[in-house]
């Protein structure tokens, strides 16, 4: 099946510093990826969709500036966390959803595994 | 407000027993879909089931079906046979509008703790 890989698992680093999340679809291309936003016990957050070739959209709330997004192939989205601080710790994760499907059966988005960030 | 509910925080069910996650959805939009995911402890999110909105029948995905109730905007997971391995967060997602777009809005997840 589709497999979306994202990289690191975990990082740990000082306030300040910036931090790059890779999220690659391994076995399809993918035009549009997603990155979500998820603190402890809670829900999921579309935080923004990526867009291969062409500037992210941001949902409302999400600065632009401090979430990078870029998506220079068909295969690989990254996520730039600028200057984190200790609010920017959480669990961030990727997903991409496979070209095709059927009439009654469309396809569902494949998850990376996540990473999890603690600003120290 | 929400697009997707589910009110169960929690949920405890024994070993090889049946249990039912709620899952309660609002859109005006004719053409959605309903997903849900189950993310263990560990983080991932696995795809389980989808149900169409034009879909005549309830979906099923080997012990899971979804008891889809389009008047009530209700779309409920039904796990049968619930084994150990169950125990994780479960999310029911909705992607609003025609297929090919695909923004999903995720519930507040219900917990599912399957003890022996």
């Known amino acids: 099946g589709a497999v979306v890989s994202q990289h690191p698992s975990w990082v740990i680093c000082k306030s300040g510093t910036s931090v790059k999340i890779e999220c690659r679809s391994l076995?399809?291309?993918?035009?549009?990826m997603f990155w979500y936003r998820q603190f402890p016990k809670q829900s999921l957050m579309l935080m923004a969709t990526s867009n291969e070739g062409s500037k992210a959209t941001y949902e409302q709330g999400v600065e632009k500036d401090k979430f990078l997004i870029n998506h220079a192939s068909l295969t690989l989205s990254t996520l730039t966390v600028t200057s984190a601080h200790p609010e920017d710790s959480s669990f961030y994760i990727c997903s991409a959803r496979p070209p095709g499907g059927q009439p009654k059966m469309e396809q569902p988005q494949h998850f990376g595994d996540g990473t999890r960030l603690s600003i120290l | 407000a929400q697009k997707i509910t589910q009110t169960q925080p929690g949920m405890f069910v024994q070993e090889k027993e049946a249990v039912t996650l709620d899952c309660t959805y609002d859109?005006?939009?004719?053409?959605?879909?309903l997903f849900w995911y189950k993310q263990p402890s560990s983080g991932e999110m696995i795809f389980l089931i989808y149900?169409?909105?034009?879909?005549?029948q309830n979906a099923t995905e080997g012990r899971y079906s979804l008891n889809f109730q389009k008047a009530r905007k209700s779309a409920n997971l039904v796990i049968s046979a619930s084994q150990l391995g169950d125990s994780a967060m479960y999310f029911c997602a909705m992607r609003e509008g025609v297929r090919g777009f695909q923004k999903l809005v995720f519930g507040t997840g219900t917990r599912l703790l399957v003890s022996p």
């Open positions: 076995d399809f291309q993918a035009t549009t």
């Open positions: 859109t005006s939009d004719p053409s959605y879909g």
């Open positions: 149900q169409g909105s034009y879909d005549q």
